[in-house]
């Protein structure tokens, strides 16, 4: 009897696997949707319509974009964590929703670690300091220098409290031992014309919304935030080739698929996804809008996630910028 119950388990065993090889063999063999947990134009939206292009290309299927905003992209990425594990619904996430609301937010009606499949990094772009042209703040160390002096009258704005200009500003702030005035706005825009119209000392802001206002004269480029130049503008030093490093970050696009997906499939995903980003038009048109193409295994991404996560909680924790 053991023997004969040894047997059936094994076959079902092999049975199961085969029927996850042949899935991945035929995959895919419809529609696949990518969700965007913002509204269309942004630039995660953005993105994701460049990848799933290239995708319908490649893989002779139709890739279709669906924007699915609201909650700081709770709705979107609850959408994919409760869909069929079958990899046609995959997830376009970005550094808010998936490593920086966690800690921000106490009731997320989502869990990244429990939830999601990590399947590749696509891009990301450095974060751009900036002081005003017409001020006295030329460089970084005048920027250190003057918030040294005077903490309680430099003030900096960001897109809102927990959003990545903030956080990174108090990052590089922890990182130099220095402090500043934040003035948290509804959203970039508002932040950038109150900086333009010089009622703040300085901004982090990223380089695809930065790079047109350092060409127009109208931002002081002081450094980037990433350990590499920015090809969008590479006259810009980095932080770390300024001697205020390690320093490295970033806002980044990665996708995913509910955590349930088979590994085969996730794999052909991670393989599809890296074929893309390696076509010389996607990189073209990631870096004219100042992103780079990044690419790379399902393993490497899931480390990079929690890596984000862990630093962005200390420093959610750290400033207290919970939020109910």
Same mark, same amino acid.
């Given at each position: 009897?053991?023997?004969?119950?040894?047997? @059936?388990?094994?076959?079902?065993?092999? /049975?199961?696997?085969?029927?996850?090889? +042949?899935?991945?063999?035929?995959?895919?063999?419809? @529609?696949?949707?990518?969700?965007?947990?913002?509204?269309?134009? $942004?630039?995660?939206?953005?993105?994701?319509?460049?990848?799933?292009?290239?995708? =319908?290309?490649?893989?002779?299927?139709?890739?279709?974009?669906?924007?699915?905003?609201?909650?700081?992209?709770?709705?979107?990425?609850?959408?994919? =964590?409760?869909?069929?594990?079958?990899? %046609? +619904?995959?997830?376009?996430?970005?550094?808010?929703?998936? +490593?920086?609301?966690?800690?921000? %937010?106490?009731?997320?009606?989502?869990?990244?670690?429990?939830?999601?499949?990590?399947?590749?990094?696509?891009?990301?772009?450095?974060?751009?300091?900036?002081?005003?042209?017409?001020?006295?703040?030329?460089?970084?160390?005048?920027?250190?220098?003057?918030?040294?002096?005077?903490?309680? *009258?430099?003030? %900096?704005?960001?897109?809102?409290?927990?959003?990545?200009?903030?956080?990174? @500003?108090?990052?590089?702030?922890?990182?130099?031992?220095?402090?500043? !005035?934040? !003035?948290?706005?509804?959203?970039?825009?508002?932040?950038?014309?109150?900086?333009?119209?010089?009622?703040?000392?300085?901004?982090?802001?990223?380089?695809?919304?930065?790079?047109?206002?350092?060409?127009?004269?109208?931002?002081?480029?002081?450094?980037?935030?990433?350990?590499?130049?920015?090809? /969008?503008?590479?006259?810009?030093?980095?932080?770390?080739?300024?001697?205020? $490093?390690?320093? #490295?970050?970033? *806002?980044?696009?990665?996708?995913?698929?509910?955590?349930?997906?088979?590994?085969?499939?996730?794999?052909?995903?991670?393989?599809?996804?890296?074929?893309?980003?390696? *076509?010389?038009?996607?990189?073209?048109?990631?870096?004219?809008?100042? %992103?780079?193409?990044?690419?790379?295994?399902?393993?490497?991404?899931?480390?990079?996630?929690? *890596?984000? =996560?862990?630093?962005?909680?200390?420093?959610?924790?750290?400033?207290?910028?919970?939020? #109910?």
């Amino acid at each position: 009897m053991r023997s004969i119950y040894s047997f @059936t388990l094994s076959v079902c065993v092999v /049975a199961l696997g085969s029927i996850g090889v +042949t899935h991945a063999a035929n995959f895919p063999a419809k @529609t696949i949707k990518i969700v965007v947990p913002f509204t269309p134009g $942004g630039a995660v939206d953005s993105v994701a319509r460049i990848l799933a292009e290239e995708l =319908t290309k490649q893989e002779d299927t139709n890739v279709i974009v669906e924007n699915k905003p609201g909650a700081g992209g709770a709705i979107g990425v609850s959408n994919v =964590t409760k869909a069929k594990a079958d990899g %046609y +619904t995959l997830l376009l996430g970005s550094i808010g929703p998936i +490593t920086i609301n966690p800690s921000l %937010y106490d009731d997320l009606p989502y869990s990244v670690s429990d939830e999601l499949a990590p399947i590749a990094l696509l891009a990301n772009t450095p974060l751009l300091i900036a002081s005003q042209p017409n001020g006295d703040i030329k460089n970084i160390d005048d920027l250190i220098r003057a918030l040294e002096e005077e903490p309680e *009258s430099k003030t %900096y704005g960001s897109a809102g409290v927990g959003n990545i200009t903030h956080l990174a @500003t108090e990052y590089f702030l922890d990182s130099v031992n220095v402090k500043a !005035v934040h !003035v948290p706005y509804q959203g970039s825009a508002p932040a950038i014309a109150d900086f333009l119209g010089g009622r703040l000392d300085f901004i982090f802001d990223v380089v695809p919304t930065a790079t047109p206002y350092v060409k127009d004269g109208q931002y002081q480029p002081l450094a980037v935030t990433t350990s590499k130049r920015s090809d /969008a503008i590479p006259d810009v030093p980095t932080l770390e080739e300024l001697g205020h $490093g390690p320093f #490295d970050v970033s *806002s980044w696009f990665g996708i995913f698929a509910p955590s349930a997906t088979p590994d085969e499939i996730l794999e052909k995903l991670n393989e599809m996804t890296n074929t893309a980003l390696k *076509s010389e038009e996607v990189q073209n048109k990631l870096k004219s809008m100042g %992103y780079n193409a990044v690419g790379g295994s399902q393993d490497s991404f899931k480390e990079f996630v929690e *890596s984000e =996560t862990s630093r962005w909680a200390k420093v959610v924790n750290d400033v207290g910028a919970q939020q #109910d």
